[in-house]
């Protein structure tokens, strides 16, 4: 075995480990504002508008997120329009393909979840808030969308640690995040058993993390949708 | 020029069903396997059913087609190394993919079946068991039954994430749809326009699959009366 080759290259992996949280949580937080909007376009009463968010969530969720990954990265260059382009230094960059695929991506879902949360709270809530005369803003800042966001909460987590794992193809597009740093290691030192291993390792710790954070997040913010319990 | 690299791209598509199809079974029967430990009375059993969907799900899928596909044979060889075998051992990528996704979606079906599990009332088993029916007439004459209606939307759901996964197997070699679709992009200079075949092809097998699962959907909630709101 040869663990003292990972030991050597522990400061590697802490790299990666800081380039993967950045592209999930950087993907995620650009991600979230634009999926509460559409979620509201999702659910419009007018129907060019939902049908076109439609569309747009099915096309995102239909294909593979490999695929997204590479029309972005590979794909653009072979406009000469994108490549003489102001925007191309950006374009041609690999962590900004990876942010804009991850985006594009992550927000069809989210979209959805959102959109599902918006469908189910109870009509009365809405009543009860014209009721009162809360303004159209009023009623999306202080009703729907708290009410959204909590009914939304597991499936968002899942989502949440769903970009996570995903962050693993930025290494196909020669990112060095964890899987980039396992891969280069298996490369260099010529082992492939404790590099994976050790990135394996790594990602579990972080879903662990993350998933402890949302049992708390759940039972102090959204308690009061469980069940009674008898 | 781009017409015939389109075709060996789609011509590529009997790989990657053949690869998506056999990782369901796969996934399908561990499963099923899985749920019903989890649902067990030996506490031994259910925890390593929870250990195993824990570390599959906290692990991204690219990773474990890695950990399969280089890290388990290159452990395999060093213990044969140890124990003197001349051998090497490799594994034919389609072989790993399976595997893998297999193993992966195995997880995700685990909890499927599981939940399933718990929606059949248990008054029906009591009542089956009061009839005299043996163990395996249950399953098949009450459990299986409902259990295809209650896992259904669950199933598609998983199969649908599935049939997308399959174009990791591209990266470790596997010929696919993804894999042809790489080599027309760097073979040509139309990368977009290969990558957006490749992305067609697996649109197509979704809305395919969605509307086939529909049809199979209805048909076996016939009977099923759901409570007027």
Not at chain 1, 194 to 202: C, Q, S
Not at chain 1, 225 to 230: G, N, T, Y
Not at chain 2, 46 to 62: E, K, N, Q
Request: aromatic share 12%.
């Amino acid at each position: 075995m040869n663990w003292g080759i990972i030991g050597e290259n522990l400061p590697l992996y802490a790299e990666g480990a800081k380039l993967t949280l950045f592209l999930a949580f950087g993907a995620l937080l650009i991600s979230f504002p634009l999926a509460v909007s559409l979620a509201f376009v999702r659910n419009s009463k007018v129907r060019a508008l939902r049908y076109a968010v439609t569309i747009y969530t099915l096309v995102f969720r239909g294909t593979p997120l490999l695929v997204q990954l590479f029309l972005i990265y590979f794909g653009l260059a072979q406009f000469g329009l994108i490549r003489t382009s102001i925007l191309w230094p950006w374009l041609s960059s690999p962590i900004v393909c990876v942010l804009i695929a991850y985006v594009l991506n992550t927000t069809a879902y989210s979209t959805e979840i959102f959109a599902g949360g918006l469908r189910h709270i109870p009509v009365g809530e809405i009543e009860a808030a014209r009721a009162y005369g809360l303004s159209h803003w009023a009623q999306a800042r202080r009703i729907l969308i708290p009410a959204m966001l909590t009914r939304s909460l597991p499936l968002y987590g899942n989502e949440m640690i769903m970009v996570l794992q995903a962050t693993s193809l930025a290494s196909t597009v020669t990112l060095l995040e964890i899987t980039g740093v396992a891969r280069r290691i298996t490369l260099d030192y010529y082992i492939q058993f404790e590099p994976y291993v050790t990135a394996a390792a790594i990602y579990l710790t972080i879903t662990l993390v993350l998933v402890t954070i949302f049992h708390f997040v759940q039972r102090r913010w959204a308690g009061y949708l469980d069940p009674r319990s008898s | 020029m781009t017409f015939d690299f389109t075709l060996t791209i789609l011509a590529a598509g009997s790989l990657t069903l053949l690869l998506a199809l056999s990782s369901l079974v796969v996934a399908t029967i561990i499963g099923l396997a899985t749920a019903f430990a989890k649902l067990s009375d030996s506490r031994a059993l259910r925890s390593a059913a929870g250990i195993y969907t824990f570390v599959i799900r906290g692990i991204p899928d690219l990773v474990i087609m890695l950990l399969v596909y280089y890290s388990l044979p290159a452990l395999l060889n060093q213990w044969a190394d140890a124990v003197g075998w001349d051998t090497h051992i490799e594994f034919p990528p389609i072989i790993a993919a399976i595997a893998t996704l297999g193993l992966i979606f195995g997880a995700y079906m685990t909890e499927t079946f599981r939940t399933a599990l718990l929606n059949i009332p248990k008054g029906q088993i009591e009542a089956a068991v009061a009839y005299g029916l043996t163990r395996p007439r249950i399953l098949v004459a009450i459990i299986i039954p409902q259990l295809i209606r209650l896992a259904l939307p669950g199933f598609t759901n998983n199969w649908l994430v599935l049939a997308k996964a399959t174009a990791l197997a591209s990266l470790i070699g596997l010929q696919d749809v993804m894999f042809r679709a790489r080599v027309a992009a760097e073979a040509t200079s139309k990368p977009f326009t290969f990558f957006l075949v490749a992305a067609a092809f697996y649109f197509l097998v979704t809305l395919i699959s969605f509307a086939f699962l529909t049809v199979v959907a209805r048909r076996y909630e016939i009977g099923i009366r759901e409570l007027a709101s």
